[in-house]
């Protein structure tokens, strides 16, 4: 399959660790966001997602936080496996919760799990 | 998986070709977003078609077109190909204003 992000950031965690992935957005309008994976030859997989009213959500090893004072979304995934070894990409909704949704990405962060 | 599909997987064009582009919905969904990503980037929006009417654009040229069929599957379409257009496309099918799940994608390659 082809690369998914050559040159981006790329973290790079021993299995079992956690991670933390961290994303600035731009728009202080945006209240919805959303992380996604993405595997080399695949197209992005949804992980969680997070309303502008929380601050937290948990999900299965992975949790979002929101810190809208300061533009900033992570992803924390608990003890990470070598499968969630991919590019995560944050997005965000500017179109407004419950409507139409256009989503802007980030530019990606590579996370690379070694044994 | 998804449920969401694409096709085709690949293909190869020349400058100043038009190609077409498809896309199943996930069952039950209603609108369908069309994204490009180019090598080493996220994806871009394109547009988004909800009940068969174009619902929202990105900074694409009219060169980009689309459609949404009533079993709500839909079409990208580039006329005018040019190197830049090189990329994977991606759709993405959700219920109107709701998650989007996102497809293979299809890789254009344009010579």
């Known amino acids: 399959g082809e690369s998914v992000g050559l040159h981006l950031p790329t973290l790079s965690v021993q299995e079992g660790d956690n991670s933390i992935i961290n994303c600035a957005y731009s728009n202080s309008a945006s209240d919805y966001f959303i992380w996604y994976k993405q595997e080399s030859g695949k197209g992005p997989q949804f992980i969680i997602d997070i309303r502008s009213n929380m601050d937290k959500r948990q999900g299965q090893r992975v949790t979002v936080l929101l810190n809208k004072t300061v533009k900033h979304l992570s992803l924390q995934i608990a003890a990470t496996q070598p499968g969630d070894s991919a590019v995560y990409f944050c997005?965000?909704?500017?179109?407004?919760?419950?409507?139409?949704?256009?989503?802007?990405f980030g530019t990606g962060t590579r996370l690379q799990v070694t044994l | 998986e998804t449920g969401v599909t694409q096709s085709p997987t690949h293909l190869i064009k020349t400058r100043g070709q038009q190609v077409t582009l498809r896309c199943s919905s996930q069952s039950g969904h209603n609108t369908v977003s069309w994204y490009q990503q180019a090598l080493g980037q996220g994806p871009q929006f394109i547009f988004q078609y909800y009940r068969e009417e174009e619902n929202g654009r990105g900074n694409f040229p009219p060169r980009f077109s689309g459609l949404q069929f009533p079993n709500y599957s839909s079409e990208l379409n580039v006329n005018a190909l040019e190197l830049d257009d090189s990329a994977l496309y991606l759709c993405?099918?959700?219920?109107?204003?709701?998650?989007?799940?996102f497809g293979p994608g299809t890789r254009l390659l344009v010579l």
């Open positions: 993405a099918s959700s219920m109107h204003g709701e998650t989007q799940y």
């Open positions: 997005a965000e909704n500017i179109g407004g919760a419950g409507t139409a949704s256009k989503l802007t």
